[in-house]
Every structure is written in structure tokens, then in C-alpha cells.
């Protein structure tokens, strides 16, 4: 090996889900949005005067920070901005898990935690659903470096009653606490009203599921002023210019449409309680997903002679490897007439297999 190779920064990277290009598919494996983005969004991005991408974006964001605090009712001192939530997760891990000691996350869940840790070097510790997929509280009352989890959960989309996450942050008073609430709009309680109670604690949400704009790639944290602050001036030393200027202009239109926002998510909710009643009856189980996926196992047919199965049809769902998950599919929530597709298909399939 040459010598410059033993000081490469090594990671194993996140595997994003795959993004096919077909023509006609239906594409169910990475929780995006069926429906198009807000109107408004559609109107702002036809009028975009492309002379502007001569100037460098206004670095505060201030245009879409002020958008996203006013629809909660925040100061705008206690919201941050970034280039998914992703971008905003790995920015939260950089400013506070810095202790040395371990940081506490569900053994089951998103996988881009343990690839931020290590790429930071930042110890960590899973903590083990039960049987029922279901996070234990207990097992995060010890000493730790920071807690995260997603509410609801993902893969599995199982959501935590707002009380027992209260008592994960009552707990863990001396480290900050995030709550992942990327899927939180399709049927969840968000714990944000608890920011104004505990200090340590932020909230961080995506335009990508709940407001179809998961190609603009925009995120937002939310918590007291002084994290905010702190995560800013992580961020100022980073990378001054994170979100560009469409980003800007087309966030702001899409939060400002509550009522594009509450049609979309409640046929998004409803087409997955029509699908969970329909993976029921062909032997699928799965728990309650509060999300906009189901995380399905098959009592008969292994997971990934379905995925193939699925796969070959041009219908792409999502299937993990990894132990205890290896039997699942996680298969977003499309539109009806996609749903209704993937269920005929099924049907066809496993009376035959
Ligand atoms: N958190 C969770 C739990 C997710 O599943 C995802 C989607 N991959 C993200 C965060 C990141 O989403 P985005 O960067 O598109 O906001």
C-alpha cells in the first residue's frame, strides 16, 4: 500500500436505495412522494430567472427559515436549514456528539447513523427493539453521548406515544436528544411542542416525504435558540452556501400551502390503510406503520423471491440484508392505481408460488 493510502479518511459509505430510470415503473422503494410538489412550487420554479444564478444564495436562508417559523409558530432563531435532512442530521452529529462517549440509537433503523458516527468517529451504542420492533425506553437511561431515533421509526414505520419519548428526553437531560421525524406527517404526533420544555432537545423534518421535494433536497432542525446557533456556526465553517437559490425560492412555496399539503398526505394515508388491508389478506404481516411505507413479511414466500419477483415487473420495492430485517420488504406508499397495481400483481404471484 502506499504510504499516503494508511492516512485516507476510510468509511463504508450509506447505500442509498437504487434510482432506476426506467420509463414505466412503479417505484415504491424509497419513500418518495407520489404526488408532484405544491402548485405554488410548480409556478415559482417556471418563473425562475435563471440571471440570478450569477449571485452567490443569501447564506442565512432567511427567506425559507422565516417560512418554516412562521408555520410553527417559532422565532426563526430556533430553526435550521440544510440540503435534506441528511445534510442536517450529519451537521447535528459534528456540533454535539463530541463527549467521547457513545451515542444511543435502535439497533433497527435508519442506516445513514452509524455511517455518520463512524465517518466522525463518534462511539456508538444500538439498543435492540423488542420483538415487536418496538423501542424499549429503558435502554436509554444510561450514560451516553446524545441520543437519536426516528419517529416513527424506519424501517419498520412503528411510531413512539409522545410520553414515552418525554421520558427518553427526561432522562438524558446532560446530552442533546434528536427526534428523526422524517415520516412524522402521515399519521404521527410530533414532539415538537416539547422544545419549549427541554433545552437539549431537536426536531428535525424533511421536505422530501410529506411535501414531495425530495429532489430539492431541503431539511430543517428545530429546537432552542442556543442549538440552533450552535449547528450555524458548524455550518458557517463548513460550508457557507448549503441551500441554492431555487432551493430558496421553491421551499418556500411549498410550506406556505397547508391546504396542497393536508389533501396530499390524507390520500397518502389512505391508500395506505387500504394497502395494509390488503397485504393482510394475501399472508403478509407487518406493524402499524405510521408512515408513508409498510414493512412487510411474507408467512410464505421469502422476501427476496418477491423482490426479484416485484423487480421484474418494473416494480421496485426496498429490501434490506441486514439480520433480523432480512425477510422484509419496505414498499412505499404510491398512488392508489399504483398500490392497486402492486396488489394485483401479488395476487397473480402467489397463487402460483
Ligand atoms: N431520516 C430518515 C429516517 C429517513 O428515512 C430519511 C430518508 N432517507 C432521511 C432522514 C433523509 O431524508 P432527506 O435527506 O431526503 O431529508
Redesign the pocket.
Known sequence: MENWESYVRKVVPYVPGEQPQAERMIKLN??ENPYPPAPGVQRALAGFNPDTLRLYPEPTCKVLVDAIASYYGLGSDQVFVGV????V?AMIFLTFFNSGKPVFFPDIT?S?YDVWADMLRIPYETKALDDAFEIRVEDYYGENGGVIF?NPN?PTGILMPLDKIEDIIAHNRDVIVVV?E??IDFGGVSALPLIEKYDNLLIVQ???KSRSM?GM?I?YAMGNAKLIRYINDVKYSFNSYTMNRTALALGVEAIRDRAYFEETRKKIIETREWTKKELRALGFTFGDSMSNFIFASHERVPATELFEALRREHIYVRHFTKERINNYLRISIGTREEMETFIRFLKEYLKEA
Open positions: 424509497t419513500n435534506g435532512s441528511d445534510d442530521l435508519y445513514f426516528p424506519a428523526d422524517a415520516y424533511t421536505f422530501s425530495a433536497r431539511g
